[in-house]
């Protein structure tokens, strides 16, 4: 079967700034779509108001922009899709796939992150409630493109998980596949962080009869102590003034070719000239990158 186009995407959360390691991710996901002509759009992921970083959105835009990205058509917003995301939670709460959960945070303490089940017979009301999601005992696995094989048991593994908050904001897992196959998206590429989200996600678009994605999950950038770069920490946003000189030292962590004579180049000269040279099997296939060892 012949596979559509390639259509990829960067869909950062407005949770920050963009910080180094979310531009290796972003650069991955727009060289992969450029090398074989694809289209890439840009996602924001704007579901969490209260973690949300104001002027954020307009910054890692502007970032994006500085350091020669272009986008294909205009940038979708989460928070304009949650009717989407709401006649999915309720056609699933009325055939009994999703409930209510009303257990507290310290109940769930000790669970590690596995929810046992306590509410699943309950049949409690929706408000003040998390739903989630039943899943079955089944594994699901997929074949990454740098991290290999990775399968999980979503029962045995995850448990019945949250598709909508007790807050009643819409969680990622659902918004990112309905948001993903509504927009065409042939190709994830993004943060190792999220190696495992994907069996859930495999199952949620396995529940709605969607068609999965390939998956390229790029190697997370540490400090050098191992922490995940931008996350421990406020990152401040990436300097435009050192956007080529930052793209290269993208490139190298990646396992791209490198030319410090381009520093002096414009970023969107970087950009072309390392499209020409991409090798998506030359990425490290680890899920994590120390921060030091890349000069
Ligand atoms: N919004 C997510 C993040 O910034 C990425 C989601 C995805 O690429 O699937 O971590
Ligand atoms: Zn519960």
Same mark, same amino acid.
């Given at each position: 079967?012949?596979?559509? %186009? ?23 996901? $727009? ?5 074989? #002509?694809?289209? /890439? ?8 108001? %209260? ?9 890692? +835009?502007?970032? +994006?922009? &500085?350091? #020669?990205?272009? /986008?294909?058509?205009?940038?979708? @917003? ?6 989407? $995301? &709401?006649?999915?939670?309720?056609? /699933?709460?009325?055939?009994?796939? *999703?409930?209510?959960?009303? @257990?507290?945070? !310290? ?5 590690? #992150?596995?929810?046992?089940?306590? @509410? ?51 969680? $990622?897992?659902? =918004?990112?596949?309905?948001?993903? =196959? ?45 922490? !995940?770069?931008? !996350?421990? $920490?406020?990152?401040? *946003? ?6 080529? =000189?930052?793209?290269?030292? =993208? ?11 381009? *520093?002096?180049?414009? %970023?969107?000269?970087?950009? *072309? ?16 990158? &120390?921060?030091?060892? +890349?000069?």
């Amino acid at each position: 079967m012949n596979r559509p %186009p390639y259509i990829g995407r960067f869909a950062p959360t407005p949770s920050g700034y963009l910080h180094f390691g979310s531009l290796v991710a972003a650069l991955t996901s $727009y060289l992969d779509a450029r090398a074989v #002509g694809g289209r /890439w759009l840009v996602r924001m992921e704007d579901l969490d108001p %209260p973690r949300e970083v104001p002027g954020a959105q307009a910054a890692i +835009l502007q970032t +994006l922009e &500085a350091y #020669g990205f272009e /986008w294909d058509a205009e940038v979708v @917003c989460q928070s304009q899709r949650t009717d989407a $995301y &709401a006649e999915v939670l309720q056609r /699933w709460l009325e055939q009994g796939l *999703a409930y209510a959960c009303t @257990c507290s945070r !310290k109940q769930l303490e000790g669970s590690n #992150g596995l929810y046992p089940g306590t @509410c699943r017979e309950q049949n409690h009301g929706l408000s003040d409630a998390a739903i989630r999601l039943r899943v079955p005992a089944l594994r699901y696995g997929f074949n990454d493109r740098v991290q290999g094989t990775f399968a999980q048991d979503l029962a045995r593994e995850v448990g019945d998980f949250v598709i909508r908050r007790r807050d009643g904001l819409h969680a $990622y897992q659902l =918004a990112v596949v309905l948001d993903d =196959a509504w927009q065409g998206i042939t190709d994830v590429v993004r943060g190792a962080d999220l190696l495992d989200s994907t069996p859930r996600q495999l199952y949620l678009q396995e529940l709605l009869g969607l068609p999965q994605p390939r998956y390229l999950h790029v190697p997370l950038l540490t400090q050098p102590d191992g922490h !995940k770069l931008g !996350k421990t $920490y406020r990152s401040p *946003a990436l300097p435009a003034e050192q956007a080529s =000189a930052l793209l290269l030292r =993208a490139l190298r962590a990646l396992g791209q070719d490198s030319d410090a004579h381009l *520093a002096q180049a414009r %970023p969107a000269e970087v950009l *072309a000239w390392a499209t020409t040279r991409w090798d998506a099997s030359r990425i490290p296939r680890s899920t994590t990158l &120390a921060e030091a060892s +890349l000069d």
